[in-house]
């Protein structure tokens, strides 16, 4: 519930400071966007293919929530070569999503930071016995730094970077605490909606 204070007094402060009362804003500033990502993350050593769903309500011109889910389509080996149980990882989480900062308009470049809040689950499987060997719920902090590439009018490609720490995750077969801390990479297709 903190979290929410701070989101909400962020977003309404510029304007509080500049003499106008809290609100919306012109239909102009507020919207949707939703977006698909495709990319990969780095854990245990290992890169994982990536895939991520997001979407965001943005209701000032600078400030956007929502929610966004990450994770790999295909699970990556973490056994060493040649070794007979070839143990494989796979990982998935959600949560918040925040952004701060007015995205860039037209044919512009445009940076702007990100933030995702939540938790996750990560899995070693066996593929000879077709069943989880163990498996860890834990929290996650990921920052992200978002460059906005030059855009379509309502599709904008932007290259994500961002960065997975990871708490509560212990006792994985092979995957020390913090292998699953790592970064992520992956270029992102929004829509992007006004009223």
Same mark, same amino acid.
């Given at each position: ?9 962020? #977003?309404?402060?510029? @304007?509080?400071?500049? $003499?106008?009362?809290?609100? %919306? ?8 966007? $939703?977006?698909?990502?495709?990319? #990969?993350?780095? !854990? *245990? ?6 895939? =991520?769903?997001?979407? =965001? ?8 929530? @929502?929610?966004? +889910? ?11 070569? +040649? ?10 989480? +959600? ?5 701060? @900062? ?7 470049? +445009? ?10 689950? !990560? ?10 060997? =163990? ?11 978002? %460059?906005?590439?030059?855009? =379509? ?6 290259? &994500?970077? @961002? ?5 509560? !995750? ?12 790592? *970064?992520?990479?992956? %270029?992102?297709? &929004?829509?992007?909606? &006004?009223?």
């Amino acid at each position: 519930m903190l979290l929410l204070r701070i989101a909400f007094l962020l #977003a309404f402060l510029p @304007g509080a400071l500049a $003499g106008q009362g809290p609100g %919306l804003g012109p239909s102009a500033d507020v919207g949707w966007s $939703g977006s698909l990502h495709l990319g #990969a993350m780095r !854990a *245990a050593d290992r890169t994982l293919p990536m895939v =991520a769903l997001a979407g =965001a309500f943005r209701f000032s011109p600078r400030f956007e929530m @929502g929610g966004g +889910g990450v994770f790999s389509p295909t699970p990556v080996r973490i056994s060493p070569q +040649g070794s007979s149980d070839r143990s494989e990882l796979s990982l998935g989480y +959600g949560g918040l999503l925040l952004r701060y @900062g007015a995205p860039p308009t037209g044919e512009r470049w +445009g940076v702007r930071p990100a933030l995702l809040l939540g938790a996750g689950r !990560a899995r070693v499987t066996s593929p000879l016995i077709d069943a989880d060997i =163990a498996s860890e719920n834990f929290l996650l902090f990921e920052p992200s730094v978002e %460059l906005h590439l030059p855009r =379509a009018p309502r599709l904008r490609p932007v290259l &994500n970077l @961002g960065y997975r720490m990871v708490l509560g !995750a212990e006792g994985l077969p092979r995957v020390e605490a913090s292998g699953l801390r790592g *970064a992520t990479l992956a %270029l992102s297709f &929004n829509m992007v909606r &006004n009223p």
